[in-house]
């Protein structure tokens, strides 16, 4: 669902810039607030989901394509986004 992504130099900034045209089952847009919301459910319902939000400090959504992730200490696991890893919302 990432189409790219950025990562600061000290790995504690990342920002995600969503595909376009992505969709849900109903035909409404995936947007970055709906990554937003992934992560924060996964941080409640998940053993890896937990470890990644004690490191994260804020998680945001800059606009419809794009969400941040800002994380207090380096978590290695969202380095790459894929299907596997954190730092992939899945529609």
Same mark, same amino acid.
């Given at each position: 669902? #990432?189409? +790219?992504? !950025? #990562?600061?130099? %000290?790995?504690?900034? /990342? +920002?995600? !810039? ?9 035909? @409404? =847009?995936? +947007?970055?607030? %709906?990554?937003?919301?992934? /992560?924060?459910? +996964? ?6 989901? @937990?470890?990644?939000?004690? *490191?994260?400090?804020?998680? @945001?959504?800059?606009? %419809? ?15 790459? =986004? *894929?299907?596997?890893?954190?730092? !992939?919302?899945?529609?």
């Amino acid at each position: 669902m #990432v189409d +790219r992504w !950025t #990562v600061s130099d %000290d790995k504690l900034s /990342y +920002r995600f !810039t969503l595909r376009d045209g992505l969709k849900w089952h109903d035909g @409404q =847009p995936v +947007r970055a607030a %709906d990554c937003v919301a992934f /992560y924060r459910a +996964r941080g409640k319902r998940d053993t890896l989901g @937990q470890k990644l939000m004690e *490191s994260v400090d804020e998680i @945001q959504a800059d606009d %419809d394509k794009t969400f941040a992730i800002k994380l207090k200490a380096p978590f290695p696991l969202i380095s790459t =986004p *894929s299907a596997s890893s954190p730092a !992939t919302c899945r529609s």
